[in-house]
């Protein structure tokens, strides 16, 4: 059974840093691109960042213009888990992040989702 | 880069269709065939309902159908039922290599 599960959320005040985790299990990890999509309280989704498959050459990434230089995504294939290193964060980066697996051959198509992890961006 | 543009709320009665539209621009919906469509039900992850404009994932009802016409791709429901009521998100894959979604649209089923 593929699975997902996100960790590392929390409070954070305005300019502060947080590392979310998302452990993946129940498929081939590394053949499978990783994105992390977010959704602000009663607001709609928004996709953040992937980080590409073995296939796709290992280390492709992209990220949205909102988090471009402030969050790194990365992969650690070996322990099936994705992270999103954030930086420099913004109350307007206050959501629900979620990890979410690529469907078929195309990252753009997510099938397998996390729960989420709340992060509160506050002084 | 601005959300897909989605109608705020859609409404239909049991065993009515409705559609949601969700339009972009020629560097996203009018330039690929890489739309999708997900449910999202109050508290819940979203599920992956439509990909590649017209394409269902195992296990996802026929009932559910898509389509797409230059810049507005759409989803279609027949069949309304109680448990199709739900929130429902459009993406698009886009010319900067970077996903869109839409602002969302919430089904109400009567």
């Known amino acids: 059974e593929v699975q997902l599960l996100e960790s590392g959320g929390g409070l954070v005040q305005p300019g502060g840093s947080l590392r979310l985790s998302c452990a993946a299990s129940g498929f081939t990890f590394s053949r499978f691109a990783i994105s992390w999509v977010r959704q602000a309280p009663g607001k709609g989704l928004e996709w953040v960042s992937v980080s590409g498959s073995v296939g796709s050459g290992g280390s492709t990434t992209y990220y949205a213009d909102s988090v471009k230089g402030r969050f790194t995504i990365s992969r650690d294939n070996s322990k099936g888990t994705v992270y999103l290193q954030m930086n420099s964060l913004r109350a307007e980066d206050t959501a629900v992040y979620y990890c979410?697996?690529?469907?078929?051959?195309?990252?753009?198509?997510?099938?397998?989702w996390g729960q989420g992890t709340l992060v509160t961006v506050s002084s | 880069q601005s959300a897909l543009t989605q109608p705020p709320s859609v409404s239909g009665s049991p065993g009515q269709s409705v559609t949601i539209s969700c339009t972009g621009t020629?560097?996203?919906?009018?330039?690929?065939?890489?739309v999708s469509w997900y449910q999202q039900p109050p508290g819940t992850a979203p599920k992956l309902m439509i990909y590649e404009v017209t394409n269902r994932p195992s296990g996802v009802p026929d009932r559910f159908s898509g389509s797409k016409s230059g810049n507005t791709a759409s989803l279609t429901i027949s069949g309304l039922q109680a448990e199709d009521e739900a929130d429902y998100y459009c993406s698009s894959y886009t010319s900067s290599n970077t996903l869109l979604f839409g602002g969302g649209t919430k089904l109400t089923v009567l």
């Open positions: 979410a697996k690529q469907f078929s051959s195309a990252w753009f198509y997510l099938d397998y």
């Open positions: 020629s560097g996203d919906v009018g330039s690929y065939n890489r």
